[in-house]
Nanobody, 115 residues
Framework: QVQLVESGGGLVQPGGSLRLSCAAS????????MAWYRQAPGKERERVAY???????RYADSVKGRFTISRDNAKNTLYLQINSLKPDDTGVYYC?????????WGQGTQVTVSS
């Protein structure tokens, strides 16, 4: 059974940083293209960062230069380093394969950026 468990969110002030983690099980993580998705209040979920199995990365324009996606295949873990946080970054952050699989969404981790 596939399980994705996100962690690392919290309440931070604008300009702050967070490191999100996603522990994956039940999939052959190392061969999967993965991504981080964000759902802001009242908005649809959007993809913010992507990493291919080979390490190629892509970012949404709104997060370029501030977010860094990485992976540790030995630990079956996906990471998202978020710097220079803005209030617009507030939302629930999820990891999933890319393209995403509707049957494996985790609970996400809440990021709130507020002074």
């Amino acid at each position: 059974q596939v399980q994705l468990v996100e962690s690392g969110g919290g309440l931070v002030q604008p300009g702050g940083s967070l490191r999100l983690s996603c522990a994956a099980s039940g999939i052959i993580f190392s061969i999967k293209d993965m991504a981080w998705y964000r759902q802001a209040p009242g908005k649809e979920r959007e993809r913010v960062a992507y990493i291919a199995s080979g390490g190629l990365t892509r970012y949404a324009d709104s997060v370029k230069g501030r977010f860094t996606i990485s992976r540790d295949n030995a630990k079956n873990t996906l990471y998202l380093q978020i710097n220079s946080l803005k209030p617009d970054d507030t939302g629930v952050y999820y990891c999933n394969e890319c393209p995403n699989r509707v049957d494996i969404w985790g609970q996400g981790t809440q990021v709130t950026v507020s002074s």
